[in-house]
């Protein structure tokens, strides 16, 4: 490992007294900890405000007629729907939270590469998220041209005021947010893992994020130079995207699909990545072929037939495992239910036939919010009940989680699939009202209940937040017996992470070692190799200075998984 | 770090082909031009990796068999906490807003900028101790 600066003298950890609290601290922190929870909770606070635009849809299209809903309202309540949701809600959540507080714990590292980088990326996406939300507040209202902000309807002519021009300044932000964060995740898995961790070690929610993150380094710099150009056009003279200066509007989309097709995975990637870090906790097995995944994660530009493949390793790492239905484990089901069902449409709209008949219909709109709530949701949310007793160090009720998941559940299914049926029978996606006689009504009316039920299956989510803070059950360390690194140290972790280490030997090295009587895994696990525990050899400085990795071996002492009896379990 | 470089190297070939069929069945100008984007994304730096890993030992972290004292020491300097990601953010925070609602604007982002750039640059020189 590379050596960039000598030890902090012994004094220098005085300095630990002195270190900011509340708001200063959450204005300096450079900790990915730190900026992974901010980014999650900013990230879940626009998925509720999204959420709500999205009822207020819901019941104007309750009943024919609608409930009185201006289309000016409609098209910017959809266009900002959709724009929080994919820009600010499911990518940021998983990338810019889940990825960065576990993915450091996962390789073994004291933080991210660029602890700086990484806090300047929050706050670009902060920024950027309320600028995008400013436009609610401007005279002309937010942006009503659709979250893909076509040319050349998002001209300035058939666009004007501010609304679009903060629509596409917010997502310039949140672009270089998304591109900071993604080096900053390639350098920590190159550069920082533990000894022993190569590459095909590394879980598989790490892989996925390296690969979300060349797939961000790829497409994010296009769609934030195409906004550059079309506030050009709306501002400043040119004529990129509008015909009459010499530009031509495809443009705009070629730019913006280079974009939008790498993004369907850079959405859903970092969710499969939670879903296979899942299953075989629960299902107390290793992971059913563990070098394809990350192969067939980078072979996801060919959409269906790898997605397919992830899902007989899924089939095979639960096949005659010893399931344990906790809520994380009915979330990741859940997701695979309504990932199929939504993947499958999926490849039905990749028919031409079938694509002439329902393109531009709620059969559509059906399929990608099954995608989009299977992943960013079932699977999301699962991984926050994953990881809530690691970054917490405390429990999440598991009876509150289960009525969380049954509610979510049934008005999953009964919000989209009267659409799909709403689809074939030729009702078009983006109306703000439909007549009656249509036979659209009681389907409608039925999907409108569906997602009252998803809005209110989030209260029971904050309930249990409230009941864990209020009466806390200690997690311990490993309450779920979990396999790779961030299991290993403390709940909530220290800061710089790890105050001991493991011998890394597979790619589960946290249920090795609590496993050491364990046959010996088709990965080249050695269990009798190297029991003693590895401490470090003074804490790294929490002040700013350099941190170290573990140099000398330990007392031996008992491995932190063993706090599991302190669950309440 | 050849894993690494095999990594990037790969994409770089998979964005070669994929241009190269793409070139060749559209002719069209703006996705060839992202595709070698693309694939010069994947080759600058998966070759310099490659090449710096026919020039080094393996790392502790490239080795199957290493133990974890052999990583042992300092590995970088992590500043503990900074204003000046803040400051900056904020500082692009209000040049973006000056290009919608006024130039005005400008003046408090340029400081913000500017003075979280020499805030930067001033703590690193420390050494990275805030």
Redesign the interface.
């Known amino acids: 490992m590379t050596v960039l600066a000598e030890r902090l003298p012994a004094g220098a950890h005085a300095e630990h007294h002195d270190e900011p609290t509340l708001i200063v601290k959450w204005l300096t922190t450079t900790d990915h900890k730190v900026i992974g929870l901010s980014y999650t909770i900013t990230s879940v606070i626009l998925f509720f405000l999204s959420g709500i635009m999205a009822l207020a849809m819901r019941v104007q299209l309750s009943s024919p007629g609608g409930a009185g809903m201006s289309p000016q309202t409609y098209n910017e309540l959809f266009t900002m729907h959709g724009a929080i949701m994919l820009y600010l809600f499911a990518g940021p959540f998983a990338f810019g939270g889940l990825a960065n507080y576990i993915v450091p714990l996962q390789v073994g590292a004291p933080d991210m590469a660029f602890p700086r980088l990484n806090a300047f990326s929050y706050w670009l996406y902060l920024s950027g998220s309320i600028t995008m939300l400013l436009g609610f507040f401007t005279s002309t209202g937010a942006a009503a041209f659709g979250w893909v902000a076509y040319a050349p309807l998002s001209s300035s002519v058939y666009s004007p005021g501010p609304g679009a021009d903060l629509f596409i300044m917010g997502l310039f932000l949140t672009g270089f947010s998304a591109v900071f964060t993604a080096v900053n995740l390639i350098t920590t898995i190159f550069y920082l893992r533990a000894p022993g961790l190569t590459m095909f070690r590394m879980p598989i929610f790490t892989w996925n994020m390296l690969v979300t993150a060349l797939l961000i380094l790829i497409a994010f710099p296009v769609l934030t130079a195409a906004m550059l150009l079309l506030f050009a056009d709306r501002h400043f003279g040119t004529h990129f995207f509008t015909v009459s200066g010499g530009g031509v509007p495809v443009l705009y989309q070629n730019l913006f699909w280079f974009f939008g097709h790498p993004e369907v995975y850079i959405l859903a990637l970092p969710y499969f990545g939670i879903i296979t870090e899942i299953l075989p906790v629960f299902s107390r097995k290793p992971v059913f072929g563990y070098k394809g995944l990350p192969f067939f994660s980078l072979l996801s530009l060919l959409i269906a037939v790898p997605t397919g493949i992830k899902f007989f390793n899924w089939i095979g790492t639960m096949w005659r495992g010893q399931i344990s239905y906790k809520t994380p484990m009915l979330f990741a089901i859940g997701f695979l239910l309504g990932f199929l069902m939504g993947g499958l449409t999926g490849v039905m709209l990749a028919s031409p036939p079938i694509d002439f008949a329902t393109h531009d219909t709620y059969f559509v709109v059906a399929h990608f919010h099954q995608v989009l709530l299977a992943t960013a949701v079932f699977a999301g949310f699962g991984g926050i009940y994953f990881w809530y007793p690691k970054m917490f160090g405390r429990m999440l009720r598991d009876g509150l989680g289960k009525a969380h998941f049954w509610t979510l559940f049934v008005g999953f299914w009964l919000t989209y699939l009267p659409q799909y049926v709403l689809g074939l029978k030729g009702m078009p996606r983006r109306v703000f009202i439909y007549p009656s006689g249509l036979g659209w009504g009681a389907l409608n009316m039925a999907s409108t209940v569906g997602a009252f039920l998803i809005g209110a299956s989030f209260l029971f989510m904050l309930v249990n937040l409230f009941v864990s803070w209020r009466n806390p059950i200690p997690a311990g360390d490993n309450p779920w017996d979990g396999h790779a690194l961030e299991w290993f140290t403390s709940s909530p972790p220290p800061h710089h992470n790890f105050v001991k280490l493991p011998p890394i030997r597979s790619e589960r090295p946290t249920w090795d070692f609590n496993h050491p009587d364990a046959p010996v895994l088709p990965h080249g696990r050695h269990a009798k190799e190297q029991p003693a525990l590895v401490g470090v050899g003074s804490p790294a400085g929490t002040s700013g200075g350099p941190a170290q990795t573990p140099s000398a071996p330990a007392d031996g002492g008992t491995a932190p998984g063993d706090g599991s009896g302190e669950t309440g379990h | 770090m050849r894993?690494?470089a095999r990594?990037l190297i790969?994409?770089a070939i998979?964005?070669a082909i994929t241009g190269v069929g793409y070139w060749f069945w559209s002719s069209?100008q703006?996705?060839t031009a992202?595709l070698v984007?693309?694939v010069l994304?994947g080759i600058v730096p998966g070759s310099y990796y490659l090449w710096w890993s026919h020039r080094m030992k393996p790392?502790?972290?490239?080795?199957?068999?290493?133990?974890?004292?052999?990583?042992?020491?300092?590995?970088?300097?992590?500043?503990?906490?900074?204003?000046?990601?803040?400051v900056?953010?904020?500082g692009?925070?209000a040049l973006?807003?000056a290009?919608?609602?006024g130039l005005w604007l400008l003046a408090p982002a340029f400081a913000a900028i500017f003075a979280a750039a020499i805030g930067?640059t001033r703590?690193s020189r420390r050494?990275?101790?805030?």
Do not use: K, N, Q
């Open positions: 894993t690494e990594l790969g994409v998979f964005f069209e703006s996705g992202m984007g693309a994304l790392r502790p972290e490239d080795r199957a068999d290493a133990t974890v004292p052999e990583g042992a020491g300092v590995i970088g300097a992590f500043p503990g906490s900074s204003i000046w990601p803040f900056m953010g904020m692009l925070f973006v807003l290009a919608v609602f930067y703590e050494g990275g101790t805030v």
